[in-house]
Every structure is written in structure tokens, then in C-alpha cells.
């Protein structure tokens, strides 16, 4: 399982929708009530102000502004990866290579391309499976989100 930390901001239903926590990858926020530390926690702010929240199955009821912990079920995220990366990647190379061997380099471009538009509609209408995050407990945050 894999899990991230997050805040519960509201509810909906037996729902809850969350917004992510994630800890500073150093530890330097610890450092920071003295003035010292790299400053990812200020550039968070910056670049994420606005953090999105995520709707997140909430079995434990967790309530509004409680830290939690999310889970994600192993194999969601390379499943992802794979349909949205790998595919398309395959599906570009093999198009423009036998564009490449019936027509040489314009067969190999546009094979290419014709493989990219294949892998746009296959992303269109491909059904993911339905991998839902899950509030798994409460637990701590981390100080790059405040």
C-alpha cells in the first residue's frame, strides 16, 4: 500500500475530500524555527497555494481538519504509468517503424504521429480500473503544507 500523508478539508457522504501533506524530503522543516534550512516549504507555498484536494473513501470518519493518512493499493500507480507513458511510447515507435521501413524518414515521421494520435485515443477510451485512494488512519502531517 502506498501512502501519503493529507488533511481532510471537507465531507461528502461517506467521502472525504483531502488536500496532500507531503513531509519535506530532508527533514530541514525542523530547521527552520532557527532561520536555517534549504526554503522547499516556501517554495511549495508559492508554486502549490493553492494545493487540490482529492476525493478520498473515508471508512473511518475521519472529521474536517484532521491529519491523515491515504492509501493508494500497490501496482495503481505503475498500472498509471504504463498506460500513460509506456503506451503511448510503444505505440509511437512501432508506427514509425514500419512507417520507416514502407517509407523511409517522411514514413517514419508520419507513422510517428499516427502512432501519437493512436495512443491519444486510446487514452480517450480506455476504462481505467476503479482504484479508489482510502483514508487508511489518522496520523501526522507534514510542515510542507503549512
Given at each position: ?22 513531509p ?52 495503481a ?66 510542515c510542507?503544507?503549512h
Open positions: 500500500m502506498i501512502e501519503t500523508p493529507a488533511r481532510v478539508t471537507r465531507l461528502d457522504g461517506g467521502d472525504a475530500w483531502v488536500v496532500g501533506a507531503a519535506s524530503s530532508c527533514g530541514a522543516c525542523g530547521a527552520k524555527s532557527g532561520g536555517k534550512g534549504c526554503g522547499s516549504s516556501i517554495f511549495a507555498r508559492v508554486l502549490h497555494a493553492d494545493e487540490p484536494e482529492y476525493r478520498v473513501e473515508n471508512p473511518i470518519g475521519a472529521q474536517v481538519g484532521e491529519s491523515v493518512v491515504v492509501g493508494l493499493p500497490d501496482g500507480l505503475l498500472g498509471a504509468a504504463a498506460s500513460g507513458y509506456l503506451a503511448p511510447l510503444a505505440l509511437l515507435l512501432l508506427c514509425a517503424g514500419i512507417g520507416q521501413w514502407f517509407a523511409g524518414e517522411p514514413g517514419a515521421v508520419t507513422g510517428g504521429l499516427v502512432g501519437l494520435l493512436l495512443a491519444a485515443l486510446y487514452l480517450r477510451r480506455r476504462r481505467a480500473p476503479a482504484v479508489h485512494p482510502v483514508v487508511l488512519r489518522r496520523g501526522e502531517t507534514g510542507a503544507s
